[in-house]
Every structure is written in structure tokens, then in C-alpha cells.
T-cell receptor, first 113, second 114 residues
Framework: GENVEQHPSTLSVQEGDSAVIKCTYS??????FPWYKQELGKGPQLIID?????GEKKDQRIAVTLNKTAKHFSLHITETQPEDSAVYFC????????????FGAGTRLFVKA | ETGVTQTPRHLVMGMTNKKSLKCEQH?????MYWYKQSAKKPLELMFV???????ENNSVPSRFSPECPNSSHLFLHLHTLQPEDSALYLC?????????????FGPGTRLTVL
């Protein structure tokens, strides 16, 4: 069945450094790729998303890149801050719509001050 | 912070108890979801309702019973649960039908089954 692999499972960076989280998906028909941030005691919150008609999208310190040929997409956080510490989830949705979004297992990011 | 609320936030129940989780969305969305979140595992989709009609049921055991009385409210009725059902149960909603769309999550209910 459809699958989303996410790496690494844990990432520790120094404040000010960049962090990169990578995901691969199996369903070539997927065309919507959201990223969620989950802080302790809260539900996942959307931080950025990308659709298959673009290769890159940026929002301040956060950017996402998509390689549809390789079925890879990545989250890039620059100038990391301690408040970026959280669990990040990538996800992929099937192009035929419906409601099924496949999530990665998550990356726990630690930003050390 | 979020237009999706869940109650209770924490629940401890025995295997013979019956309890219900409640979710309410204030976003005017048409679709609502129940997910199970266990440690170090991807989010598991349990149920989806669109316009109060169940459209997805991912082989969830019958001890979990969803109810969607209207497009703003979603319940998950629990009975005869097992310890392995302990997890964070997340509710989400989204706007459109039939297209990949952003899901907005509630804070979750942390369930412990003794």
C-alpha cells in the first residue's frame, strides 16, 4: 500500500544552524504534501505545504522542496531557534482526492541553545 | 490557536468501561477525521466523515464506534477497550470534499486503558 518514509527520526542541531528533514513517498499519484509541527501536548499544526505543480516553496525560515521524479520532498529550516524544537511530520495525499493522507513517522527536532 | 477542540484532554478507563470522546470544529469544514497516534508510529487514520456521512473506515475494531450528528461535531464511543488502545486520539477537519486538502487538528485526547 501507500507509504511515506521519513528521516531522520531524531535530529539535534545547534541554535542558528539549519535542519533538513527528508521524506519519500510511494504513490506516484500523490500531489499534495503538507508538513506539520507538533509541540508537546498539542495536535499537529500545518507549517507549510506544497503541491506537485511547483518544485519549491518558502515561508520565512521554512522551505520545502519537491522532486516528483524521485518521489522525494524535504523540509528545510534555517537559523533554527529553540522554539523550533518539536516533532515534525511529512505527509502525502492521493491525487484522486478522497480523504486519505499518509503520514511519515515523524522527526523529533532538538535545537540546542 | 485552533478551531478544533477536543474533550476530555485526558482519560483513564478500565477495560470494562464505556466512554466517549468529543470533537468540535468551528471552521465551517465539511469533513472530520479520527486518528490514533502511538509513540514512534505514523498517524493512523481511523474514520472519516464527510457531510455527516462516513466515507472511510480503516479496519478499526468494533470497540471503537464513531458518530457524527452534524458537520461540526464528531464523537468516538469507546467500550471494552484493550491496554494496547492506549494512545493519543486526534480529531481533525478539512474544508473540501474530493480533493487533497489541509487538515486542521485538535489537541487530542490522551487515553490510558488499564
Amino acid at each position: 500500500g501507500e507509504n511515506v518514509e521519513q528521516h531522520p527520526s531524531t535530529l539535534s542541531v545547534q541554535e542558528g544552524d539549519s535542519a533538513v528533514i527528508k521524506c519519500t513517498y510511494s504513490d506516484s499519484a500523490s500531489n499534495y504534501f503538507p508538513w506539520y509541527k507538533q509541540e508537546l501536548g498539542k495536535g499537529p499544526q500545518l507549517i507549510i505545504d506544497i503541491r506537485s505543480n511547483v518544485g519549491e516553496k518558502k515561508d520565512q525560515r521554512i522551505a520545502v522542496t519537491l522532486n516528483k521524479t524521485a518521489k522525494h520532498f524535504s523540509l528545510h529550516i534555517t537559523e533554527t531557534q529553540p522554539e523550533d524544537s518539536a516533532v515534525y511530520f511529512c505527509a502525502a495525499s492521493e491525487a484522486d482526492g478522497g480523504f486519505k493522507t499518509i503520514f511519515g513517522a515523524g522527526t523529533r527536532l532538538f535545537v540546542k541553545a | 490557536e485552533t478551531g478544533v477542540t477536543q474533550t476530555p484532554r485526558h482519560l483513564v478507563m478500565g477495560m470494562t468501561n464505556k466512554k466517549s470522546l468529543k470533537c468540535e470544529q468551528h471552521l465551517g469544514h465539511n469533513a472530520m477525521y479520527w486518528y490514533k497516534q502511538s509513540a514512534k508510529k505514523p498517524l493512523e487514520l481511523m474514520f472519516v466523515y464527510s457531510l455527516e456521512e462516513r466515507v472511510e473506515n480503516n479496519s478499526v475494531p468494533s470497540r471503537f464506534s464513531p458518530e457524527c450528528p452534524n458537520s461540526s461535531h464528531l464523537f468516538l464511543h469507546l467500550h471494552t477497550l484493550q491496554p494496547e488502545d492506549s494512545a493519543l486520539y486526534l480529531c481533525a477537519s478539512s474544508q473540501d470534499r474530493g480533493a487533497p486538502d489541509t487538515q486542521y487538528f485538535g489537541p487530542g485526547t490522551r487515553l490510558t486503558v488499564l
